[in-house]
């Protein structure tokens, strides 16, 4: 199927994709959540669609560019999860007025605040804002009982320009374990977090509408979503060796691969070389962690996908990577001109590298190539 | 100077750039051997115009869409250095047709050199090849004294279809060491593999023209370039940690930052949060190895270009740096908004993690927008 595919290659399996997608939206409904898609991973008009069901709308962001190529094909309700900063308010406008879509921002600081009050009345730009919640990653966002959220949480429920929506946090740390145990305890943190934050800005009498939590990880191992609005996973839709390291899926679920070529054969150093490397598989190694044989990649069969022996690529430069093999037998297995499909390190690192659309496969046939991009 | 700048943004200086160029063109000159700047790190015609000093000719490149884009751009004889794969040549063919410029391909292996013969059997396309060598490096290429050496470049010098033109090594083991006398004795065993290889073709009576070396490191720090035709080296045009860590430059003659934006301080957990994370920065840590709190990049004034205290990008997510401070000084002297900018890691990976373009700087000023592009 592959033979006159030119490596290296994005792959993407549909029915992979659309059984992730199907199964998280599943959940949300029986949560009684909104499932609000983070499109950071997959940067695609197409598996939107796929992601939310059809219902293009109620999806987050990482980038204004992803705001603006979501909006511009007409999703709604684009939540920008990443800290705004002043530079950026025009931009969230621009993409606003031009489409006529909700653009929601993300702040925790008090400067902030006051810039995003202040831009709203220079130009009468409805800005729709969100607190961040620190749920015990210690990255961003305030402390759920903290006096400053509802000091904030005033500032900008009162600012005449400003639209307050709700209140936003993820448990970012829930990677730190793999023990599904474990992962529900974080997201019971995660939930009480926000839902405390909500209770908190409610009793001084700020409405909080929007109660958004959410990682792949704790979705998926939650206990209870009591309390929440919405929770925001991206990962899954494509799932990696970093999530199946952490008991998040079964190697199933993986719907991205790297289909690259054996370019060639270093029989005394017993390596492998493919034409995938640091760009076409990332250098991220979150995987590792638990899974000390991921390396940069598990490799296997580009037909049946089963992981050829223990084989990892274990040494990426920027265009070659290098597969060490104890048995030559590989040598005659892989041959120059062989294809390899390599599951990712981390899906949402390796498909950001430059790849610009998605092959799209169903069973053994390609049916169909969407458009990715990437950048600011 | 950058008030109205949008980040993260890729940040070029253009007078380091200009000056890095001169000065390897220069070197090359003085050694007499031609520059064949590596295209792979700047993915920029404007840049590309620069480091060939307006020839716009022998350069190398990583990817077919490289070479594609330079010959589309007027570029000529275009060293695709990554050993080629039988579905690849087709697209050789196609660029090569298309604009009229050459691109030389390079492999290290029979069943290769028997796919291009059939290929330009077929096609009547004559490819132009380079054979690789092992320098030491153990990545790729044929030992310089193999008798399979021999036999391949005969194979290829008399395959009716096919212009063999000479050997290429790569001593990407220079990465190993910083000490310059130690890369310089690398520098040499590189030189000595490339003119072994050529000795031993030529003593088979086999032509062997172009005989290609290098590598930043060992361009720079080599004591003898007798018998080599040409340099290839790519990085030296931005530089990088990785390089200053290897005493391969100053820390003036960095011409490419990334800038940033701070989005968040967490004073309970030390850090500034800012808006460049691992897509913006990439996960390259090449320089840690012998400076070791590089990290993700030193934290600079984005006018003076000094280094702020001893800041670095400690930690990365996606779209999220964390920059530890000891001194709580470092959130009043960086507010919300304020702005730094990042002296990279790895060059060649921070660019290419999606920028489309750099902001090229000049003195106090931003002069131009230079495109520049990814994938494959």
Redesign the interface.
């Known amino acids: 199927m592959f033979?006159?595919?030119?490596?290296?290659?994005l792959i993407l399996d549909r029915a992979v994709l659309q059984r992730n997608a199907d199964r998280f939206l599943a959940r949300a409904a029986a949560a009684d959540v909104v499932l609000r898609p983070h499109l950071?991973t997959a940067k695609s008009i197409a598996v939107a669609k796929v992601a939310t069901g059809g219902r293009m709308s109620t999806v987050t962001v990482?980038?204004?560019k992803e705001a603006e190529r979501f909006a511009a094909a007409g999703f709604d309700d684009i939540l920008y999860a990443?800290?705004?900063?002043?530079?950026?308010l025009s931009?969230v406008q621009r993409i606003s007025d031009e489409t006529g879509k909700r653009i929601l921002v993300v702040t925790?600081?008090r400067?902030?605040a006051e810039?995003m009050a202040a831009f709203s009345r220079d130009t009468g730009f409805r800005l729709q804002v969100l607190l961040e919640i620190?749920s015990g990653e210690?990255?961003?966002g305030l402390?759920p009982r903290s006096p400053e959220l509802v000091e904030i949480g005033r500032s900008l429920a009162e600012a005449p320009g400003l639209d307050f929506r709700g209140v936003i946090t993820h448990a970012?740390h829930s990677y730190a374990v793999a023990d599904p145990a474990a992962i529900a305890d974080i997201a019971e943190a995660e939930r009480r977090s926000a839902t405390d934050a909500a209770v908190a800005l409610r009793d001084a009498g700020i409405a909080c509408e929007i109660v958004s939590v959410g990682s792949t990880p704790t979705f998926l191992h939650a206990r209870s979503f009591e309390g929440v609005t919405e929770a925001r996973c991206g990962v899954y839709a494509f799932f990696d060796l970093a999530q199946l390291s952490r008991n998040v899926c079964a190697v199933e679920d993986i719907a991205l691969t790297v289909l690259a070529?054996?370019?060639?054969?270093?029989r005394?150093?017993g390596?492998i070389?493919i034409?995938a490397g640091?760009?076409?598989l990332?250098?991220?190694v979150s995987a590792n962690t638990f899974m000390s044989d991921a390396h940069y990649g598990h490799v296997c069969d580009p037909l049946t996908m089963q992981r050829l022996g223990e084989l990892s690529v274990a040494?990426v430069?920027?265009?070659?990577g290098?597969i060490p093999v104890e048995d030559p037998i590989w040598f005659e297995r892989l041959?120059?001109?062989s294809l390899v499909r390599i599951l990712p390190n981390h899906a949402?690192?390796t498909a950001?590298?430059?790849?610009?659309s998605y092959l799209v496969v169903d069973g053994d046939r390609i049916t169909a190539e969407w458009d990715r991009f990437?950048?600011?």
Not at 83 to 88: E, F, L, R, T
Not at 261 to 266: A, E, L, T
């Open positions: 033979r006159q595919v030119e490596t290296p290659r950071k990482s980038t204004l990443v800290g705004i900063s002043p530079n950026k931009r925790d600081n400067p902030m810039a620190d210690g990255r961003g402390p970012g070529s054996v370019i060639g054969h270093n005394k150093a390596t070389l034409d640091a760009l076409a990332s250098k991220d040494v430069h920027q265009e070659h290098s041959p120059i001109g949402c690192m950001a590298a430059g790849y610009e990437n950048g600011w």
